[in-house]
């Protein structure tokens, strides 16, 4: 006699399951254990859609403005990680 499906769900807490099975069910196509991770591909993004999703609050409302905080927002951070990459690199370099 296979176990209950309802007790080790994830879906089984409020109103997240409507079966009518549930609390009881013993088949289930929706079930998926609690403790189950899947793994989600996640697809590279290019430059533009990096910047593109960075948000910035500007005077103006117009896309070339945004654009343009987006491309100094980039450069700046860009710039902080090339600093501390050089500072790092002079840190490990007195320390040996």
């Known amino acids: 006699m296979p176990p209950y499906l309802c007790d080790d769900c994830k879906y089984d807490y409020g109103d997240a399951c409507r079966r009518p099975e549930r609390p009881n069910a013993r088949s289930c196509p929706d079930f998926s ?32 403005i945004r654009q343009a905080a987006r491309q100094r927002l980039a450069r700046g951070l860009f710039a902080a ?5 050089v500072v790092g690199a002079l840190v ?4 040996r």
């Open 33 to 64: 254990p609690r403790d189950a991770v899947k793994a989600q591909y996640v697809q590279p993004q290019s430059a533009r859609e990096f910047l593109a999703g960075i948000p910035v609050v500007t005077r103006g409302d117009h896309p070339e």
């Open 81 to 85: 990680v090339a600093v501390l990459g």
């Open 92 to 95: 490990a370099s007195l320390l």
